[in-house]
C-alpha cells in the first residue's frame, strides 16, 4: 500500500506543476499593466514638471527624466495605483527633458519643455473651450469632429502650453461610471496633443453638475472626480486642481474656478466666483506684479458679461454681485484678457459695450471663445480656437478655424507699468557718445532706479574700457581686471559720481550693470547701461 502511495503523490505534485504552469503566464500577463491614458504634460513651470497618466492594473509608477534620452534621473511614486501623478522638481528653466512614464512592463516616453524665465522670450499658447458635443451618448463614442480638427491644427503650430476652458464633454449626469467613460472620451481625444506639451484644464457646468435640471439628486463629489482625471495643483482649499498660477517668460496666467457645484444649490455653484478666489487672484496678481510680469491673462469657464436679449440658449444667472467684485480686480491688475466661453460663439466686445446691465467701458477684453466642439459661431459659422503669441510687450491673438484659416487677428498691448530696474550712466551729465579734447575734466555718475526689483539681492559691476585694457571699480578703488564692486540690495540712487579726472587720448566706454544673480559671477539676467568718451588730443 506504501509504495502505491508515493507514485500518486507524485502524479498529483506533477499534476499541480504542470496545471500552474498553464496558468501562471495568463496569470501573469492579466496583471501585467498597461497604460490607458497618458502619459499627459501637466503644470510646467521653469523648474517643475507634473506628467500624470492611467493604468488598467494598481502599480507604483515611475518617471525616468533627463536632459539626453538616456534619462538619469528618475522618481517613483510611494503607493500603487491607477491614476499616476508625478511632479519632477529642480529643472533648468527654458530646457527640453525627456522623459519615461513606467508602470510595470508598461512604459511610454515623451519630452517636455520648461518655462522660459526671460522677459524676452517668445512663445505661443492656445486656448479653447466648450469642445463638447450634444449628449453622452455621443462623446462617448467621440468628441466632435470639429474639435479634433482643432486640435491637430494646433499640434503643427507648436504652442508652448494649452488650455481648455472646460465643458469638455455633456456630462450633467449623476451617474459617475458614465462621467468616468466620458473623462476617457476626452482624454483619447487630446492625450497625443497632452504627451508632446502642457494640456491644462477648468471646469465647465457639464462636468461640474452631477444632477439633471428636472431631477436634482445627490450625486458623487465632482471635484473629487475631476481630480482623479487630472493632476493639477492644489492651493486653495475647496479649489484643489481649479485655482491655481504660472508664469511664462514675461507672462502671467491664473486658472479660477467659475463653476463650483454645490449640492442642493447647484444654480448658485454655476457662474459664480466666490470671495476666496477673488481673494487668492488679488493677492496671486500682486505677487505677479511684484515680479515686474508685462502680461497677465485670467482663464476661466464662465463669461462674465454676455449680450441682453441674445441668448443662444438658456444660459442660467452669472451673479452679478461677485461678477463686478472680480471685474473690478481684473481692472485694477490692469489684465490683457479674461480668456473665457460657456456660450457657443466668438466675441470680444462684452465688457467693452459695457456688458449685460452695466454703464461702464470696462479697458480689460472678455474673450469669449466657445464654439470649438458642437456648436459653431451664431454669426460666422465657424469652430475655432484661439493662437497667441507673446512678444515682448506685444500679444498677438489669432482666432483659427477648422480649416486652420486665421480668421480674426487681434494685437493686446502690455497694460503693466514699466518696472524692470533702470540704470543711468552719463559722462559730464551726457548719455553720449561724448567726445573732448585732451585734458579736459570729465565726470561719470551713475544712478539707478530699481523698478519691481526693489530690495532685491544684485551683484553690482562698474567697469571702464581703457586702451589699456577693463579696469573695474571696487571699495578700494579702479584696479585692472574684472572685480564685483559688491552685493547690495537693489534701491534708488541719485547720481553719484564714480570717476574723475583728465584721461589721455584714447577711447573710453564706461559701463554700470547690476546682476539679478547674486554668486559674484557676471551673468544674467542683467541690467546695464554705458556711456562712450572719446578723448583727442
Ligand atoms: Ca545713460
Ligand atoms: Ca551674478
Ligand atoms: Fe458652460
Known amino acids: 500500500m506504501k509504495e502505491k502511495r508515493c507514485p500518486s503523490l507524485k502524479f498529483f505534485l506533477m499534476i499541480v506543476l504542470l496545471f500552474s504552469y498553464f496558468i501562471c503566464i495568463p496569470f501573469t500577463s492579466l496583471f501585467a499593466a498597461t497604460i490607458t491614458h497618458g502619459p499627459r504634460i501637466g503644470l510646467v513651470t521653469s523648474s517643475e514638471a507634473t506628467i500624470y497618466w492611467d493604468t488598467d492594473v494598481s502599480t507604483i509608477g515611475k518617471i525616468q527624466y533627463g536632459t539626453s534620452s538616456s534619462y538619469g534621473s528618475s522618481q517613483d511614486e510611494t ?63 467621440g468628441l466632435p469632429v470639429f474639435f479634433t480638427d482643432l486640435l491637430s491644427d494646433m499640434e503643427k503650430r507648436n504652442p508652448a502650453f494649452a488650455f481648455n476652458i472646460g465643458d469638455l464633454f455633456y456630462g450633467y449626469t449623476p451617474d459617475i461610471n458614465k ?46 472626480l475631476w481630480n482623479e482625471q487630472f493632476a493639477q495643483p492644489n492651493v486653495l482649499n475647496g479649489h484643489e486642481g481649479t485655482v491655481y498660477s504660472w508664469d511664462w517668460g514675461n507672462t502671467h496666467f491664473s ?35 511684484k515680479k515686474g510680469v508685462r502680461h497677465i491673462f485670467v482663464l476661466s469657464h464662465c463669461h462674465a458679461f454676455r449680450q441682453t436679449g441674445a441668448q443662444l440658449f438658456n444660459q442660467g444667472s452669472v451673479n452679478p454681485v461677485q461678477r463686478d467684485k472680480f471685474w473690478a480686480v481684473l481692472e485694477k491688475y490692469n489684465v490683457n484678457a479674461y480668456i473665457t466661453g460657456h456660450e457657443h460663439r466668438f466675441i470680444d466686445t462684452l465688457a467693452q459695450d459695457g456688458g449685460e446691465g452695466s454703464n461702464i467701458d470696462f479697458k480689460v477684453i472678455q474673450w469669449l471663445n466657445g464654439n470649438c466642439g458642437f456648436d459653431a459661431d451664431p454669426v460666422t459659422g465657424k469652430h475655432e480656437y484661439t493662437l497667441w503669441t507673446v512678444a515682448g510687450d506685444t500679444v498677438k491673438a489669432e482666432l483659427i478655424d477648422t480649416s486652420g484659416t486665421i480668421s480674426l487677428t487681434k494685437t493686446f498691448l502690455s497694460r503693466q507699468p514699466v518696472t524692470i530696474p533702470t540704470l543711468d550712466i552719463k559722462a559730464n551729465g551726457q548719455d553720449g557718445p561724448l567726445t573732448v579734447s585732451s585734458g579736459t575734466p570729465i565726470s561719470i555718475t551713475a544712478s539707478l532706479a530699481p523698478g519691481n526689483e526693489n530690495g532685491k539681492l544684485a551683484d553690482w559691476w562698474i567697469a571702464g574700457s581703457t586702451p589699456w585694457g577693463l579696469y573695474t571699480l571696487t571699495s578700494s578703488g579702479w584696479s585692472p581686471g574684472i572685480n564685483m564692486l559688491g552685493q547690495y540690495p537693489l534701491i534708488s540712487i541719485s547720481p553719484v559720481e564714480i570717476f574723475n579726472g583728465s584721461p589721455p587720448v584714447g577711447d573710453y ?24 568718451v572719446h578723448v583727442v588730443s
Open 79 to 141: 503607493t500603487a495605483r491607477t491614476n499616476h501623478r508625478i511632479t519632477i522638481e529642480g529643472l533648468s528653466p527654458e530646457t527640453t527633458y525627456y522623459f519615461k512614464a513606467v508602470s510595470d512592463d508598461a512604459q511610454s516616453e515623451s519630452t517636455l519643455t520648461t518655462a522660459p524665465t526671460r522677459q524676452d522670450a517668445i512663445f505661443k499658447f492656445a486656448t479653447m473651450g466648450d469642445n463638447r458635443g450634444k449628449s453622452d451618448q455621443n462623446d462617448i463614442q
Open 179 to 224: 462621467m468616468r467613460q466620458l473623462y476617457a472620451s476626452f482624454k483619447r481625444a487630446t492625450d497625443p496633443l497632452a504627451k508632446e506639451i502642457p494640456y491644462l484644464v477648468s471646469p465647465g457646468g457639464h462636468e461640474m453638475s452631477p444632477y439633471n435640471s428636472t431631477d436634482p439628486q445627490p450625486g458623487f463629489d465632482p471635484l473629487a
Open 509 to 532: 566706454v564706461f559701463y554700470f550693470a547690476v546682476d539679478m544673480s547674486p554668486n559674484g559671477v557676471l551673468d544674467s539676467p542683467f541690467y546695464y547701461d554705458f556711456v562712450q
Open 255 to 289: 486658472s479660477i474656478d467659475s463653476d463650483l457645484y454645490e449640492h442642493g444649490k447647484p444654480s448658485e455653484g454655476l457662474c459664480v466666483i466666490d470671495d476666496a478666489q477673488i481673494q487668492w487672484l488679488e493677492n496671486d496678481l500682486t505677487q505677479a506684479q
